[in-house]
């Protein structure tokens, strides 16, 4: 029971990061309908941003570990919500209308070009982090195992949260979110009635990115490093959630983040961490095949 | 931002807009640049990241910006007054021209390419140009025409392609050293070619076992699975060690003979038997030779698929599956051997891949060989047979040729190493080439099915492919 508690602190706590991940996956599938196949990688970048602006904090003008950490919040949500912003200006734009496959292929390319960049500006080997926030506050105990929480996963949980709230706000009640939702439902009639599709839409891929910058600084406070090669498999199980909660739904992309996070750690925990990833996968083929709609998506109406 | 477009065409040069817009992307440019470019974290002694602080690289890479977002102003500008349709127009013309000697052509080039690269090379220093620039084309150009099957005729997206070429290349690698030494051990010089349609039809049935759950999704999320799938597989050759041999990978692999005759240096090997000197350039030449018979076949066979009824459907239901379904078409059945077709050719090009190298571990087989298999076929053209070669020749052999760029080492500094810039350019140059040519390099396509004469159709009739 002890061990149970623990793992599923520790799995709501990676839940909280593959969830911030996969509301970009699903903002930009809902209204453009593309895997965008580069936010994962979007996310390491976010993360690398949030290390050196982290390091500049502290060792350049002396911040504190509080400060410098709000800091980073805040200047690497805005720096990763340029970059996702230009690479939607340069390589989904320009393909926006044409064949289905063609957006994909640059995606995927795009892909490849981040991560890639980032290994040959920063260089290949991992980057340790700086520990931050080590203590723990112990729960309570069981035939010796004491069940604690981190200060850090306390404070990943609540920086989630606090957001998740915020980024609600906007998509329901600001007129940003009625436009956004507008695009989504119909982009013709949106347009026809004076929302301005593009600038919608490039807003959608810098709020999804700025998401994932939250998770990019939650990331290397948790694991404590970080390296080019990071992007991809948090990527693909951010999109297993998506697809898990239903992709399209916003509240469903955070549903499905808390429960990948939780198998993983279950898995772990349980059965065979080796296999971790192999268990993320088979439940993304599963769902698709016996609940492609996800938890909670509309159902898809086929038209002839 | 460089594909910023201007409404109001004007015969002027709209200076200050061109220097507004360049502007404008150089701001964005150092936006990107500060944290990433102008500092870098490199660990110390005590393994502590210091920063490095590196200005000079953020205000080089935005003045480049500038420059080139300047001078993709001028060219909008320029090509707006020259009449660009007649000049492509031109271009198709000198095409279509040339058009019907480019196969006989090119044939006969690759035919003659190994005994070419001999004589100009000689023995020693042909092997790198018949193997890494040859046999990786080849190699790719069949798994891409293998691919085409799938994703060009029957439309089904497949991000996880490299799966099948795995299980032809453990399978090989597995039958070869294990089963075949402990049960037949006389027929240890046959291997290759007794595993060869082994490993096809391993791969034909791992297609249908993985297909047959998941082919009733549509779009991107069967692409999603089959990326899946891919990981899956990679996931379990690293973990089930004991079937495996996990990250270590299987090596010493048999190589293929010489229908029986072995290529070494004994005196039943292929030189000595031949009467030659011994040289490992006569096995570099004829894997070179098994491929290309390897990836014609995958050719053939798709030709003579499409003007079969399962052909047919194929390209029916990636039109539009619904009028399929109503016709009373299978579709199952259909995406099932599009499925195991294109994956029984992966599995060919696998065992091949595992008996040229001789070594194979999961590292071989990561999603960015499926990403490029992808790429190749899409850049191609969808559906288009030559249009795969052209794209091969371009990705793989570009990618070869980066490995050659020692002479920069001269320019930039013996600290440069262009090898590591491969992959960096591979990307750009995916995006660039999607921008450029969204549907493909050979955008038109003979049909299928002829009334009179033969027309080219534009790739923007049909919904997936061509033709």
């Given at each position: 029971?002890?061990?149970?508690?623990?793992?599923?602190?520790?799995?709501?706590?990676?839940?909280s990061?593959?969830?911030?991940?996969?509301?970009?996956?699903?903002?930009?599938?809902?209204?453009?309908?593309?895997?965008?196949?580069?936010?994962?990688?979007?996310?390491?970048?976010?993360?690398?941003?949030?290390?050196?602006?982290?390091?500049?904090?502290?060792?350049?003008?002396?911040?504190?570990?509080?400060?410098?950490?709000?800091?980073?919040?805040?200047?690497?949500?805005?720096i990763?919500g340029?970059?996702?912003?230009?690479?939607?200006?340069?390589?989904?734009?320009p393909?926006?209308?044409?064949?289905?496959?063609?957006?994909?292929?640059?995606?995927?390319?795009?892909?490849?070009?981040?991560?890639?960049?980032?290994?040959?500006?920063?260089?290949p080997?991992n980057?340790?982090?700086?520990?931050?926030?080590?203590?723990?506050?112990?729960?309570f105990?069981?035939?010796?195992?004491?069940?604690?929480?981190?200060?850090k996963?306390?404070?990943?949980?609540?920086?989630?949260?606090?957001?998740?709230?915020?980024?609600?706000?906007?998509?329901?009640?600001?007129?940003?979110g009625?436009?956004?939702?507008?695009?989504?439902?119909?982009?013709?009639?949106?347009?026809?009635?004076?929302?301005d599709?593009?600038?919608?839409?490039?807003?959608?891929?810098?709020?999804?990115?700025?998401?994932?910058?939250v998770?990019?600084v939650?990331?290397?406070?948790?694991?404590g490093?970080?390296?080019?090669?990071?992007g991809?498999?948090?990527?693909?199980?951010?999109?297993?959630?998506?697809?898990?909660?239903g992709?399209?739904?916003?509240?469903?992309?955070?549903?499905?983040?808390?429960?990948?996070g939780?198998?993983?750690t279950?898995?772990?925990?349980?059965?065979?961490?080796d296999?971790?990833?192999v268990?993320?996968?088979?439940?993304?083929?599963?769902?698709?095949?016996?609940?492609?709609?996800?938890?909670?998506?509309r159902?898809?109406v086929?038209?002839? | 931002?460089?594909?910023?477009?201007?409404?109001?065409?004007?015969?002027?040069?709209?200076l200050?807009?061109?220097?507004?817009?360049?502007?404008?992307?150089?701001?964005?440019?150092?936006?990107l640049?500060?944290?990433?470019?102008?500092?870098?974290?490199?660990?110390d002694?005590?393994?502590?990241?210091?920063?490095?602080?590196?200005?000079?690289m953020?205000l080089?890479?935005?003045?480049?910006?500038?420059?080139?977002?300047f001078?993709?102003?001028?060219?909008?500008?320029?090509?707006r007054?020259?009449?660009?349709?007649?000049?492509?127009?031109?271009?198709?013309?000198?095409?279509?021209?040339?058009k019907?000697y480019?196969?006989?052509?090119?044939?006969?080039?690759?035919?003659?390419?190994?005994?070419?690269?001999?004589?100009?090379?000689?023995?020693?220093?042909?092997?790198?140009?018949?193997?890494n620039?040859?046999?990786?084309?080849?190699?790719?150009?069949?798994?891409?025409?293998?691919?085409?099957?799938?994703?060009?005729?029957?439309?089904?997206?497949?991000?996880?392609?490299?799966?099948?070429?795995?299980?032809?290349?453990?399978?090989?690698?597995?039958?070869a050293?294990?089963?075949?030494?402990?049960?037949?051990?006389?027929?240890?010089?046959?291997?290759?070619?007794?595993?060869?349609?082994?490993?096809?039809?391993?791969?034909?049935?791992?297609g249908?076992?993985?297909?047959?759950?998941?082919?009733?999704?549509?779009?991107?999320?069967?692409a999603?699975?089959?990326?899946?799938?891919?990981?899956?597989?990679?996931?379990?050759?690293?973990?089930?060690v004991?079937?495996?041999?996990?990250?270590?990978?299987?090596s010493?692999?048999?190589?293929?003979?010489?229908?029986?005759?072995?290529?070494?240096?004994?005196?039943?090997?292929?030189?000595?038997?031949?009467?030659?000197?011994?040289?490992p350039?006569?096995r570099?030449?004829?894997?070179?030779?098994?491929?290309?018979?390897?990836?014609?076949?995958?050719?053939?066979?798709?030709?003579?698929?499409?003007?079969?009824?399962?052909?047919?459907?194929?390209?029916a239901?990636?039109?539009?599956?619904?009028?399929?379904?109503?016709?009373?078409?299978?579709?199952?059945?259909?995406?099932?051997?599009?499925?195991?077709?294109?994956?029984m050719?992966?599995?060919?090009?696998?065992?091949?891949?595992?008996?040229?190298?001789?070594?194979?571990?999961?590292?071989?087989?990561?999603?960015?060989?499926?990403?490029?298999?992808l790429?190749?076929?899409?850049?191609?053209?969808?559906?288009?047979?030559?249009?795969?070669?052209?794209?091969?020749?371009?990705?793989?052999?570009?990618?070869?040729?980066?490995?050659?760029?020692?002479?920069?080492?001269?320019?930039?500094?013996?600290?440069?190493?262009?090898?590591?810039?491969?992959?960096?350019?591979?990307?750009?140059?995916?995006?660039?080439?999607?921008?450029?040519?969204p549907?493909?390099?050979i955008s038109?396509?003979?049909?299928?099915?002829?009334y009179?004469?033969?027309?080219?159709?534009?790739?923007?009739?049909?919904?997936?492919?061509?033709?």
């Amino acid at each position: 029971m002890a061990i149970f508690i623990q793992q599923l602190i520790n799995g709501l706590t990676l839940g909280s990061i593959y969830g911030l991940i996969a509301i970009g996956y699903t903002m930009v599938f809902g209204i453009i309908g593309m895997v965008n196949f580069a936010h994962g990688d979007v996310f390491m970048v976010s993360a690398f941003i949030a290390l050196l602006l982290f390091l500049v904090a502290t060792t350049l003008f002396g911040f504190g570990i509080v400060p410098a950490l709000f800091l980073v919040l805040v200047l690497g949500m805005l720096i990763t919500g340029l970059w996702n912003w230009t690479i939607e200006r340069t390589a989904y734009r320009p393909l926006r209308g044409s064949f289905r496959l063609a957006p994909l292929i640059s995606a995927i390319g795009m892909s490849i070009l981040l991560s890639n960049l980032i290994q040959v500006i920063q260089g290949p080997r991992n980057k340790p982090v700086p520990p931050m926030f080590t203590q723990v506050l112990p729960l309570f105990e069981e035939n010796g195992y004491t069940v604690g929480i981190g200060y850090k996963q306390i404070v990943i949980m609540v920086v989630t949260a606090v957001l998740l709230g915020l980024f609600w706000y906007i998509v329901q009640k600001t007129p940003l979110g009625r436009a956004q939702r507008a695009c989504e439902q119909d982009q013709k009639m949106a347009a026809l009635l004076g929302i301005d599709v593009d600038k919608t839409i490039s807003l959608t891929f810098v709020l999804g990115a700025a998401l994932a910058a939250v998770a990019g600084v939650m990331y290397i406070m948790y694991y404590g490093v970080i390296n080019f090669s990071d992007g991809f498999v948090p990527g693909v199980k951010a999109f297993t959630a998506a697809v898990l909660g239903g992709i399209g739904s916003l509240p469903g992309a955070v549903i499905g983040g808390l429960l990948i996070g939780l198998i993983e750690t279950m898995w772990s925990a349980y059965f065979s961490i080796d296999y971790k990833d192999v268990a993320a996968f088979s439940i993304l083929a599963i769902t698709l095949v016996f609940l492609p709609t996800g938890l909670l998506g509309r159902p898809e109406v086929e038209k002839v | 931002m460089t594909q910023a477009t201007h409404s109001n065409p004007s015969d002027a040069f709209n200076l200050t807009q061109a220097l507004k817009d360049a502007g404008f992307a150089g701001m964005v440019t150092f936006g990107l640049c500060v944290p990433i470019v102008a500092f870098r974290a490199e660990q110390d002694m005590a393994n502590k990241l210091v920063l490095q602080q590196r200005w000079w690289m953020a205000l080089v890479i935005t003045g480049l910006v500038v420059v080139a977002r300047f001078l993709f102003s001028l060219h909008q500008h320029s090509r707006r007054n020259e009449h660009a349709q007649e000049t492509s127009a031109g271009v198709t013309n000198a095409l279509a021209l040339i058009k019907p000697y480019l196969a006989p052509l090119g044939f006969g080039f690759i035919t003659i390419y190994p005994l070419v690269m001999l004589a100009m090379h000689g023995p020693g220093g042909s092997i790198k140009w018949i193997d890494n620039f040859g046999i990786q084309i080849l190699i790719y150009v069949m798994l891409g025409w293998g691919l085409n099957i799938v994703v060009g005729l029957a439309g089904l997206l497949d991000l996880g392609y490299v799966a099948f070429y795995a299980v032809g290349a453990y399978s090989y690698a597995l039958i070869a050293t294990k089963v075949i030494p402990q049960t037949f051990p006389f027929l240890g010089v046959w291997a290759f070619w007794i595993c060869l349609p082994i490993s096809g039809l391993l791969a034909a049935l791992w297609g249908i076992l993985l297909g047959f759950p998941v082919l009733r999704l549509r779009g991107d999320y069967l692409a999603i699975v089959t990326l899946a799938f891919g990981e899956i597989i990679r996931l379990v050759l690293i973990n089930w060690v004991d079937f495996s041999n996990g990250y270590a990978g299987l090596s010493s692999i048999p190589r293929p003979s010489f229908f029986g005759i072995p290529f070494n240096a004994s005196d039943t090997g292929f030189a000595a038997v031949f009467g030659l000197e011994f040289s490992p350039i006569y096995r570099t030449i004829f894997l070179y030779y098994v491929i290309l018979v390897l990836s014609l076949m995958t050719a053939y066979v798709t030709l003579k698929l499409r003007r079969l009824p399962v052909g047919r459907a194929w390209e029916a239901l990636r039109e539009d599956e619904i009028a399929c379904r109503s016709l009373g078409i299978n579709t199952t059945i259909t995406k099932l051997t599009a499925f195991a077709i294109g994956a029984m050719f992966g599995g060919f090009a696998g065992c091949f891949f595992a008996a040229r190298q001789g070594f194979i571990s999961p590292e071989s087989f990561v999603f960015l060989e499926s990403a490029q298999i992808l790429a190749i076929v899409v850049l191609g053209g969808m559906g288009s047979l030559f249009g795969v070669v052209v794209a091969s020749i371009a990705l793989v052999g570009g990618i070869e040729i980066l490995r050659e760029l020692d002479f920069l080492k001269e320019v930039f500094g013996p600290t440069f190493d262009p090898s590591q810039y491969r992959m960096l350019v591979f990307g750009v140059a995916m995006v660039l080439m999607m921008l450029w040519k969204p549907r493909g390099l050979i955008s038109t396509r003979d049909p299928s099915v002829i009334y009179k004469e033969r027309k080219a159709i534009s790739g923007s009739m049909v919904q997936e492919g061509h033709g």
